[in-house]
């Protein structure tokens, strides 16, 4: 049990202290799983948009017509949505386990409770503490290693500008958006000087050429 802090270890101010400090942890793990959920999201998405330049993929959309494919159930795609799931479950679970409620009653011989001898305090467990570490450690290492891969190809990046991707999204021709599409340079007549453009397209598109212009 932990004691010796400046925290009442006795009354309802000591329950209420107690399970405000046990369950903070939790608090701040939510936290953190909502920011790194959005780091995840941000990268993964980078490297989708960045697919489309090498591969003919179809639009992931919430209600798909034609080939569209339907949007993820966690935003993610699954092989990293499900395993982080199971890691913000884990850390829930052994932070749950490394500090926790401590109540301890005191009762004389005659059954009477003894009041001033009862504690209410936090429990730790130093084991909870070290497969929290772990589990923590383990997760950042996962997110270390997704931000390490590159990029499929050498597609501008946009993020979540609204500009670029609207740049990207102006074919010069009528395409459908039922259908796979695929970002390179458009067909343009074989002038010299001529400014080209780059753009998503159902039809057929070419990769971009170092040095020449495109809009």
């Not at 009041?115 to 383990?138: K, N, R, W």
């Not at 970002?183 to 753009?199: F, I, K, M, N, R």
């Amino acid at each position: 049990m932990i004691t010796g802090w400046a925290i009442p270890t006795s009354g309802d101010g000591a329950l209420i202290s107690a399970i405000l400090v046990s369950n903070s942890p939790q608090l701040i793990l939510s936290v953190i799983y909502v920011f790194f959920n959005g780091l995840c999201t941000r990268m993964l998405l980078a490297r989708e948009w960045s697919s489309f330049a090498r591969h003919r993929k179809a639009l992931r959309v919430s209600s798909p017509h034609g080939e569209q494919r339907s949007t993820y159930f966690l935003q993610l795609p699954y092989r990293y949505g499900a395993p982080l799931m199971l890691y913000s479950v884990a850390l829930h679970w052994f932070v749950s386990q490394s500090i926790f409620l401590a109540k301890v009653d005191t009762w004389s011989s005659a059954g009477v409770h003894v009041q001033f001898e009862s504690v209410t305090t936090c429990g730790f467990s130093p084991l909870g503490m070290i497969l929290t570490s772990i589990v923590g450690a383990c997760l950042l290492l996962t997110g270390v290693g997704i931000g390490f891969r590159q990029l499929d190809s050498d597609m501008p990046f946009a993020g979540g500008c609204s500009a670029a991707i609207s740049a990207a999204c102006h074919p010069s021709e009528e395409i459908s958006e039922k259908l796979p599409l695929q970002w390179g340079a458009l067909p343009t007549d074989e002038t010299s000087g001529a400014v080209g453009h780059c753009s998503f397209s159902s039809g057929d598109v070419k990769k971009p050429v170092l040095g020449n212009a495109y809009a």
